[in-house]
């Protein structure tokens, strides 16, 4: 079959149900569906949106047998994906309302056959179905309804959306009837990076490593509606939020040349986020920030935490004055975009607050108690019904954040301190991993079953790879190590690289190291119950050492393939979705651990992390001396 994939997006086309157009069945969006079948939306890799029926005798082979039709690409050219699964065969775990991608294989890719997009006259017409279609039908969308109601209502009435310009991404205000914004809408496929991206951030297909590099293009929609379904009890202010599959003429479409050339006049489909419009008088980049609330700064901060949120820059914090007598100076925050949240890997957070003195204000009773209850296994259950597409790699990531928080505010650590522990530092060029992620390394490396033979120094390249053996390298490696030691808990440092040492070193800082716990000095071991697990992971730190290359560029971690065998492939499949992903920037990841290894490695992570914590409270202890009595509160 010719392939007409050579056709830049000329149109994107919303074809509603198009198989119900090809067999004449689709009677528009009041036709009952029968109960055995499934709607789903088929995303081409550049964005275009094809509604499908599945019938219960459909597989993925019949399925892209449609497709094919419709683009005119051979089948076996093609992959069907849906979060981690890529589809070879049986559909049942493809839910109602599902957005499934398709995306040329590799080998079909070339920059002379740059699209999938609908080729076909047939498919070339408007959608039939409703302008906005709320994807998924939880309860948990019922109070967007409404919403969404009243926004069709207008633009059945001519209340047309408006571009917003601010932004790296399109986005577009959708109104009421009395022409005020209502909701913010943000395509999937205008994304940075995106092949629609109006703003000129284009070059990427979905599905590719995006922005973030542990954030696929394409993927920012579901982790906004993530982060309102995470908000409990609208605890950090998150506006509400659903994925929609919305219709209308005012999307943006690259069109090669003639870029844009179709905007104004065709009606496009887009699987996008659409979130309430929460009037405000600012964002936090316009304001001082002294007069922002304690509390409201502690809910955004533990929201950012759980969720590991890569992009809470100032911008992302909308500020409302309150009126009245009794809230005057008085400010509301709401925070929004949450797209770069729930990475696959650990990236570098960006949490603004950090700095701020309200976040090295202890939590109060009322957060340390929502903090305790918090339940990242029930979250991940409620996320996977919600979002059947997230990523099981984007569900580690909570679970392990949120561990990581219920045992750092247990300990006794405030909000900077935790968000410090989970940032990175840069000397120069050089990126250093995060306290959090060493703890990783090392509670991945006592997971793992070490095959000595992995370690191999790279030849013709100018990384040293640290072997904590090699007596000779000893004085050449220290210098290098020191940005590295200088994160690593103390327990880890040694002059000399020397086990015995290290132990040695283990219990002189074990009693030199007092914090301050309820009030009272005590010691750190005494205070966590770990000294006999300290100095297990102290004998064991060569093993994650072996793994951070050092070198001019910075670090590099060489995890998850070992010599002779891959290790970590879990039942799920979800290691072969996260090929795409440059290992580079990412210290630790967790899409290469099998169901066991992961649950053996949340073990060790757990007991690895009051240690860590002793010894940023005791950084803290120190800093605080040093700036003297005008930062205490
Ligand atoms: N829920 C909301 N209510 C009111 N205004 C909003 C809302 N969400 C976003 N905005 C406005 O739209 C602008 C663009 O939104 P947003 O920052 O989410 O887009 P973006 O393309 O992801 O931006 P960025 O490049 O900063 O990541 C914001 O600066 C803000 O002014």
Known sequence: MASKLDSPVQTQVAVAVFNGICNGEYHGNTRARPSR?????????????L????????????????????????????????????????????????????????????????????????????????????????????????????????????????????????????????GENAAIVKPTDEEPFAPNNPKGFVGKALGQPGL?????????????????????????????????KVTHSVFNVNDGVNRNKHQKKKKVSKIASLQQFIPHDFDASDHGTSSFPVDAIHRIGILDIRIFNTDRHAGNLLVRKLSGVEGFGQVELIPIDHGLCLPESLEDPYFEWIHWPQASIPFSADELEYIKNLDPVRDCDMLRAELPMIREACLRVLVLCSIFLQEAAAFGLCLAEIGEMMSREFHGQEEEPSELEVVCLEAKELTMEIDMSFFESDEGDNE????????????????KMS????????????????EKNLLAQVDEN??????????????????????DDWVYTASRLSLSLKKVNLGEKGFHYHGGKQKGKMIGYSSRMIRSANEHLPTSTSFVKFADMSEEEWNLFIEKFKELLYPAFAKRRSRTIVQRQRLGTSCQF
Do not use: W
């Not at 079948?37 to 550049?46: A, P, S």
């Not at 696929?216 to 659903?242: K, M, Q």
């Not at 640290?466 to 210098?479: G, L, Q, S």
């Open 464 to 479: 040293f790879q640290f072997d904590m053996d090699c007596e000779a390298a000893e004085v050449n490696v220290a210098p």
């Open 37 to 49: 079948t499934r709607r789903v939306f088929v995303q081409t890799e550049t964005g275009c949106v």
């Open 483 to 498: 940005g590295l030691f200088a994160k690593l808990p103390f327990y880890y440092r040694s002059e000399s690289f020397n």
């Open 212 to 244: 973030k590099h542990s954030v696929r293009v394409g993927e920012t929609g579901f982790r906004e509606v993530a982060a309102y379904l995470l908000d409990y009890g609208h605890f950090a202010n998150v506006p509400p939020t659903v994925l929609v």
């Open 510 to 531: 074990l009693e030199e190291s007092e914090i301050q716990v309820d009030g009272g000095p005590i010691s750190a071991a005494v205070a966590c119950g770990h000294k």
């Open 51 to 178: 509604g499908l029926e599945l019938d219960r005798n459909d597989n993925a082979h019949t399925v892209k047998r449609r497709l094919q039709l419709a683009l005119n690409v051979p089948t076996d050219e093609s992959s069907l994906t849906y979060g981690d699964l890529t589809l070879k065969n049986d559909l049942s775990a493809i839910r109602n309302d599902s957005p499934l991608l398709l995306t040329r294989n590799a080998m079909h890719r070339s920059s002379s056959t740059p699209c999938l997009s609908p080729t076909g006259k047939t498919f070339q017409q408007g959608d039939q179905s409703g302008p906005i279609e709320i994807l998924g039908c939880s309860n948990r969308f019922a109070g967007t309804t409404e919403l969404v109601k009243d926004i069709i209502r207008a633009i059945k009435n001519g209340v047309d959306p408006i571009p917003v310009n601010s932004g790296l991404g399109g986005a577009y205000y959708f109104r009421n009837i009395k």
